[in-house]
């Protein structure tokens, strides 16, 4: 059965073997058709009506030199005068041809397929029929020999034939209408990202081409739009995502695609992709998709033994063809003892090293090149590799390691001097400001001494203990005595430096000894009313006078301490 519905060529062959020898046997040999076996993408065999795989190797075939030759391994024995019957499927990529070439945007693509009309075997065949199934009802023509030859529908039939040699060939031409799709994948880089913090990164960079006939003539949009012509033109395809995809993208070189419609399905996420521009035949298009997908489902380990289980390739789109895919996996840093297992044979290039964010040694990348995939490529790989678990621990330490080197940096930095000469009135200047600085902070703490004497006072007052009233009188002097001799040693060395500041210390200075005069005014004022010389009415007359000029005064050294700033 030859299906030449699409842009693939899907031929299903379905063979009773009858043991004729005198020893049971183990396998047989298939051979492909000479026309078809340069476009070969897969071939699988199974026992009919059993979901069994059997073991398909290519092999050659030292008569047949210029032939393609595959071993089949049988399940089991298969005696002599007995019969098995097994299924072969195998599909072939760019085995149909355009004709004509070239066709302009409201033609219909037509195609020829060329073939074989019986079976193309290396045993004689005692009975054998084969059916052509087309797109639709419109085939312009088909070989119309060897007999019997029927159309119905959109069915060919040929046959059936008895008695057929070993690799006897007839040609088989079906020349029909096809519309459907002739997108071809003409090269695919699937970047792979292994994070043991629980992501994988899946990247995939695709180049595509229309591979039917050719445009002939001017593109016209509204044409397009209004006649709703170009059927065999591409305006969108689906592709199949991982049900667990998020953070999903779609873009190219100009940016994001914002043509596209996500749907999220049970077990797999629809991905419905629509190019800036509606694809005809030669024409390309390229663009790149990513996703994310929890590692949970996907990386397995038993102490330091992993094992990574994905997808070679997803759907990219139905009946896909992929001229050539580079499978790029990016392990974490300190991978090692990597083994790569795959379900068919692939080519492993050379390994590399990806170097990201706080890498030191790069991380390894196994690079896997594979040509002429199809859908039954979608199967899963594993590759296997050991990771000390204590290293993923190196990347936080590089962090606190390097904010710890910028902060030392940045520590010796400013208290370095990197100045050839020294700049004399800078370095004045700049004593200067420390002298201000240490004479607001003296007279800061001598205001609040001031406080103190008040607080003495009145507790004398209602008190009347003139012994607790002297020795606090005593330390608060000497606490006054000391700041007061630290700003006059400070005036002394800002007038050393030339500056004006010296004479506003030194108003200062004369406005806190009025000050003080005015606080020893009060204390003799307290003592005389604690001895019964003034009565209350005086000293409170007296004590309000001598409270507005200290106000005043305060309010005149304050003014003079902002100016010193």
Do not use: C
């Amino acid at each position: 059965k030859i299906d030449v519905s699409t842009h693939l060529v899907k031929m299903s062959t379905s063979i009773t073997l009858e043991n004729t020898g005198k020893s049971p046997i183990k396998s047989f040999l298939y051979a492909l058709e000479p026309s078809l076996q340069n476009y070969l993408s897969i071939i699988t065999a199974n026992v009919k009506d059993k979901d069994e795989k059997l073991g398909v190797s290519q092999t050659t075939v030292a008569s047949k030199k210029d032939l393609s030759f595959w071993r089949i391994e049988l399940p089991s024995n298969l005696e002599p005068g007995k019969t098995m019957t097994v299924d072969v499927d195998s599909s072939y990529a760019h085995a149909l041809t355009p004709y004509p070439a070239e066709i302009t945007q409201s033609q219909k693509q037509q195609v020829l397929y060329n073939g074989n009309v019986y079976f193309f075997s290396p045993y004689s065949t005692k009975s054998q029929t084969t059916t052509v199934t087309t797109t639709n009802t419109a085939i312009e023509s088909y070989s119309k020999s060897p007999k019997p030859v029927s159309q119905t529908d959109r069915t060919v039939t040929y046959g059936p034939y008895e008695q057929r040699e070993a690799f006897s060939e007839a040609e088989l031409r079906v020349h029909y209408e096809n519309n459907s799709p002739f997108l071809t994948v003409t090269n695919l880089e699937r970047i792979i990202e292994v994070s043991h913090w629980g992501n994988i990164a899946v990247e995939e960079h695709i180049s595509m081409r229309h591979t039917g006939a050719l445009l002939k003539g001017p593109f016209s949009r509204y044409d397009y739009q209004r006649a709703q012509d170009g059927l065999s033109s591409i305006k969108a395809f689906k592709t199949v995502l991982p049900a667990a995809a998020r953070d999903v993208y779609y873009r190219d070189e100009i940016g994001n695609i914002s043509t596209s419609n996500l749907k999220e399905m049970d077990d797999f996420v629809e991905l419905e992709l629509r190019p800036r521009f509606p694809l005809f035949g030669g024409w390309k298009t390229q663009y790149y998709i990513g996703y994310n997908v929890p590692s949970y489902q996907y990386l397995f380990n038993k102490g330091d033994n992993y094992a990574l289980k994905m997808r070679f390739v997803d759907h990219i789109f139905d009946d896909m063809v992929v001229d050539q895919v580079t499978v790029k996996i990016i392990l974490p840093e300190g991978a090692k003892n990597m083994r790569l297992e795959t379900p068919y044979p692939v080519t492993q290039g050379e390994n590399q090293l990806h170097f990201t964010y706080l890498d030191t040694t790069g991380r390894p990348v196994i690079v896997i090149h594979k040509s002429n995939l199809v859908e039954q490529h979608i199967q899963d790989f594993q590759l296997h590799y050991t990771f000390q678990k204590l290293l993923l621990l190196q990347e936080p330490l590089i962090v606190v390691g390097a904010f710890y080197l910028l902060f030392l940096a940045v520590i010796v930095y400013v208290r370095l001097d990197f100045s050839i000469t020294k700049d004399e009135a800078k370095e004045s200047k700049m004593r200067v400001a420390s002298l201000v600085e240490e004479v607001q902070s003296a007279h800061d703490r001598r205001s609040a001494l001031y406080q103190s004497y008040d607080d003495a006072i009145n507790k004398y007052k209602s008190t009347k203990d003139a012994n607790t009233f002297a020795a606090t009188r005593k330390k608060v002097d000497a606490d006054y005595k000391s700041l007061t001799q630290q700003i006059s040693d400070l005036q002394t060395k800002l007038k050393n430096e030339g500056s004006d500041l010296a004479e506003k210390v030194n108003e200062l200075q004369v406005s806190d000894r009025q000050y003080k005069d005015l606080v020893a005014l009060a204390i003799t004022l307290a003592e005389k009313l604690v001895s019964g010389k003034i009565n209350k009415q005086q000293y409170l007359d007296n004590e309000k006078i001598n409270k507005t000029k200290r106000e005043d005064l305060d309010s005149k050294m304050e003014a003079l301490r902002s100016s010193l700033a």
